[in-house]
């Protein structure tokens, strides 16, 4: 197809991908991105969509679960494809080399449109493949990248597409993105037969990631709303007492419906969430403890360490 030309337009045209899948990756990333479009084929009896995987060096690509991923070749494999997508994990500023970053950089202008799912996008903007454009990654990333690269303007959304340019922030969006993209060249008739086969519906790609509505309808929208809070103010915590007041409780009732519904106190709770979060960015970024702490709402690197022995019964630094 025309390198000007959008691959998120109405065409009868086969549409071929090729998926740079990085070592550390997730298989649910990878079957998000290609599972939807077999589908599509199989409710249209013919192939409208073609796809091949490719890595870094050609061999298979060791996933997180274990499963080694078979590879199409390298790279330079993925040339005469429409679109190039990036799908990223962990370590991705270790899997992606300098000398992949190069080559991703010299391939690009060959693509009608580029993307990237998960770390995907940090591997792209490595490359300079994002920059003067609107971008997601993962939400636990949404803060670090767009410090990085302040050329992108980063979202928060489930998935974004801008131009020649298309990113999703995880496995779930990934799919809502590939419905999307099969409403758009074959309608919204076949988005939804497609969407049904996985016993799911779309979601539209400004949702925020994290959602601030109950994840089921046995907790409390009270509950849903005071974690919702939690997580969004994880380096300036919240007294229980004026997170109460933000949702007309008392401070009393609060706490009993955080036993209730998740068996904890607010404190115990919020510390949970603080935990969680120093850990991601102890075992996937490399910024020193004391940034860490400060980002997590510990006054200290010393009081992480102290909360974080008693949580997990070992050293943050003996993470790395």
Same mark, same amino acid.
């Given at each position: 197809?025309?390198?000007?030309? /959008? ?10 991908? %090729? ?20 589908? *599509?084929?199989?409710?249209? +009896? /013919?192939?409208? !969509? ?7 060096? +050609? ?6 679960? +274990? ?31 300098? &000398? ?12 009608? *449109?580029?993307?990237?799912?998960? %770390? ?45 340019? !298309?990113? %999703? ?17 074959? +309608? ?5 037969? /497609? ?41 300036? &915590? ?19 419906? !955080? ?12 510390? /949970? ?27 200290? %690197? ?5 909360? !974080? ?12």
């Amino acid at each position: 197809m025309s390198k000007s030309a /959008t691959i998120f337009a109405a065409s009868q045209q086969p549409l071929t991908l %090729a998926l740079l899948v990085l070592p550390q990756a997730s298989i649910l990333e990878v079957a998000s991105t290609l599972d939807p479009l077999r589908a *599509a084929n199989r409710h249209l +009896g /013919t192939e409208a !969509f073609r796809w091949r995987v490719v890595t870094p060096n +050609g061999q298979a690509a060791p996933l997180t679960c +274990g499963i080694e991923l078979p590879s199409s070749g390298p790279l330079a494999s993925a040339k005469g494809a429409d679109a190039l997508i990036v799908i990223a994990g962990f370590r991705q500023s270790e899997v992606a080399t300098a &000398p992949l970053i190069r080559d991703l950089s010299r391939i690009a202008p060959r693509f009608a *449109a580029i993307g990237g799912i998960d %770390a995907g996008p940090w591997v792209l903007a490595r490359a300079r493949l994002l920059n003067g454009y609107k971008a997601t990654v993962h939400w636990e990333d949404l803060e670090d990248l767009s410090s990085a690269h302040p050329d992108i303007e980063v979202l928060p959304d489930r998935y974004v597409i801008d131009r020649s340019r !298309f990113t %999703a922030g995880g496995a779930a969006p990934a799919a809502d993105l590939m419905l999307h993209l099969i409403a758009c060249r074959h +309608g919204a008739g076949l988005a939804r037969q /497609t969407a049904a086969s996985f016993i799911t519906s779309p979601r539209p790609a400004a949702e925020p990631q994290l959602r601030a509505t109950p994840q089921t309808p046995r907790l409390d929208p009270r509950i849903a709303s005071a974690v919702a809070r939690m997580e969004a103010n994880l380096d300036a &915590p919240e007294p229980a007492s004026q997170i109460a007041a933000a949702l007309n409780l008392s401070t009393r009732r609060l706490e009993q419906l !955080f036993r209730e519904n998740l068996g904890l106190t607010p404190a115990a709770y919020g510390l /949970t969430l603080r935990l969680a979060a120093a850990r991601r960015m102890i075992t996937d970024t490399h910024h020193p403890l004391a940034e860490v702490a400060l980002r997590c709402g510990f006054s200290s %690197a010393s009081s992480l360490s102290r909360a !974080f022995r008693a949580k997990f019964d070992r050293a943050p630094r003996d993470l790395r």
